[in-house]
Structure formats: C-alpha cells, structure tokens
C-alpha cells in the first residue's frame, strides 16, 4: 500500500539502486535516502448518537456501543475517544479476537486517541458467551492500559464489558480510580 511519490532525473534514476527490504533508495557512493512518512486519520463509516452530547456513566457508553457489540460472534475491542468535556469524538476498532480473546497492545490502542488528540478513552469489549464477568486477560489489559494512558497524558475513564446477560463497569467496581 506504499505509494511512491518521488520522482528522479535521469542520472539519479540510472545510478540509483532500491532496497526494498528496509525501502530504502541508495545512490552507490553518494547518498542513503531515507523514507518520510505521514499519518492520518481515515474516518471509515458514522454511528448514529444523539446530539452528540457528554458521556457521563457507563449507561450511556453501553446504549452507544452495544449494537455494535452484542452482533459481534468474536471478541471486539472498541476504543470511545473523548474530549476535554467528555463529548465521543470517535469511535476505533481496535482489535477482532476470537471467540473468547482480543488482543490489544497499548501501542496499537492508543495510536488514535493520540492522532485525534483525545483527553480521554472509555474502552468497551464483548464477551460472546453472555457472561459479562471479567477474566485474569480483562483485568490485566486495563491495567496496562491504565499505566500507558498516564504516561501519555489520556485519561483511561472506564473499561466496559458488554454481554447477553449483563454489562460489566471497571470504574462502577472499583478496579478503575
């Protein structure tokens, strides 16, 4: 999905050689050039929620996401990003799982709310088989996900488990201060 944007005269062009293990443009004993990125933010589709208004409890979050969640057969981690005065900004998937696992690393999970330059996240995950209780993987995850959200300055406002039977609050339960 690299687009090549450059173009080089013709001695360049002639004496250049490409590496495209480490996409690299090397000029045999003149120069090593290396490449310059830029990232965006690609807004994919719109979920529909009323007047955009704040967030305020875990009820609110539930009745944004579970439509989204409950059709889900895999576990679907969603990232809610907030501003200043908790209004959603947006909404990221972060991670498809399987049936009963998602992976999610603080760095792929963050990556958006800081590019969208987000004050704060409420994550929201599924559990496929009805039972919203959290499990050993659920409480870890938020805590890793609670220390790198200090470190970048994102407040980490709750962790919901949305399921058949019920809706599990890290911050209702006390695990999330």
């Known amino acids: 999905m690299r687009q090549k944007r450059a173009s080089y005269n013709k001695t360049l062009k002639e ?5 495209f293990d480490n996409n690299q443009l090397t000029f045999p004993g003149l120069y090593d050039y290396i490449p310059v990125y830029h990232i965006e933010l690609v807004c994919d589709r719109q ?14 979050v539930v009745a944004l996401l579970k439509d989204e ?22 909404i990221e998937v972060v991670s498809i799982g399987s049936l009963n696992t998602s992976v999610a690393h603080p760095r792929e999970t963050l990556k958006s709310a800081v590019l969208a330059s ?47 039977y019920g809706n599990y609050s890290f911050r209702n339960s006390g695990l999330l201060t």
């Not at 895999?74 to 990232?79: N, P, Q």
């Not at 995850?141 to 407040?155: N, V």
């Open 15 to 19: 004496t250049a050689e490409i590496n």
């Open 47 to 60: 979920v529909k929620f009323e007047n955009r208004r704040s967030i305020h409890n875990s009820d609110e």
């Open 69 to 90: 969640l409950l059709k889900s057969d895999r576990e679907k981690l969603l990232s809610v990003l907030l501003n200043t005065k908790n209004m959603v900004i947006g």
């Open 118 to 164: 987000a004050s704060g996240i409420i994550l929201a995950h599924c559990h496929p088989s009805g039972d919203p209780a959290p499990s050993r993987e659920d409480r870890e995850m938020t805590e890793r996900m609670s220390k790198a959200c200090e470190i970048l300055g994102i407040k980490l406002l709750d962790h919901i488990i949305i399921a058949e």
